[in-house]
């Protein structure tokens, strides 16, 4: 069976996309089918690629508009999927590229050093009696070290689409809560205060990163566990974090939304103030009424109880 591999090119600032013909044979990745081309038909094609075993990340590629590991994913299950014989291979998204499918990773990594990522231990330990933990202990952070820096997650996040100057990658997140979760951390409040200023509460909790992970990790929920960990600590005085403890508290309080009052609560009057258009606006379409009283949600019950379930399981 033959597959045609409709690859997007990017030359000395030239784009254009370059058709190639595959004969697929048993078990053969994206990677492979790469390969193949830059061997037998085509040596100026670039891409990158290292482990060929999943490790090392580098040789992440969209297919179809979805990230991909290209040393993982068989072409034969991408033409099943897609029910075609057609495959469009382009780089990674929200990443600069250089050439063909390679990106440019230098300014991820200084969003990395943003985080301050290295770990600063505690006093008590030592170089002679070494950093020990409780299996326990581990385990809340175990599986955010899989993070093997692929990019797929930051290729699908749409906050980064949008804007990439004021919001951190997705990965960045993951290894920021493996270091705030890390109990023999001297200074988690370090990395966390960090995250926060790069823009912890403006995801957009679309839970692209965590469908696109090949590794299975998570980094929205890694974005959650930090957001929670700014109450824990003390450092949710931000908007996002006043926010957050707003709906919280009517949720809590009334079991709906005081919208009248919720940019108050997480702004201040001064911010809010400056949204009295639109505030106008939605008071002109009944949409809201600050002089009502708030309504009391007949299950408020039901929902106090929901709410206190989850604070128990939380703790």
Known sequence: MD??????????????????TVAVTVGMTILEALTTIKEKQDPTLSFT????????????????????????????NLLKRYDTN???????????????????????????????????PKAEFSAETGCKQSPEDFNKYKKYAGCILCGSCVSECNKNTLNQDDFLDPFVFVKA???VADSRSRSPEEHLQAVQDAGLWRCFNCQEC??????????AGAIEKLKEATFRMGLSQDVGGKHAKAIYDDI??????????LNIKSEGFFMAGLRLPMALRLMNTGKMNPLESHPVNPEIATIRKVVQTAEKEAK
């Open 210 to 219: 965590t469908a696109k992970c090949p590794k299975g990790l998570d980094p």
């Open 252 to 261: 809590s309080e009334s079991g709906m939304l005081d919208e009248s009052k």
């Open 3 to 20: 597959a045609t591999l409709r690859i997007q090119r990017f030359v000395e600032g030239k784009s254009w996309v370059q058709e190639y």
């Open 49 to 76: 690629c290292s482990c060929r075993s999943s490790i090392c990340g580098a040789c992440a590629v969209r297919v179809n508009g979805n990230a991909e590991l290209a040393c993982e994913i068989l072409v034969e």
């Open 177 to 179: 809560e493996k270091l």
């Open 86 to 120: 057609t495959l469009f291979i382009e780089p990674l998204g929200n990443f600069r590229v250089i050439r063909d499918l390679i990106v440019d990773w230098d300014p991820k990594y200084a969003k990395l050093k943003k985080i301050k990522p290295v770990l600063q």
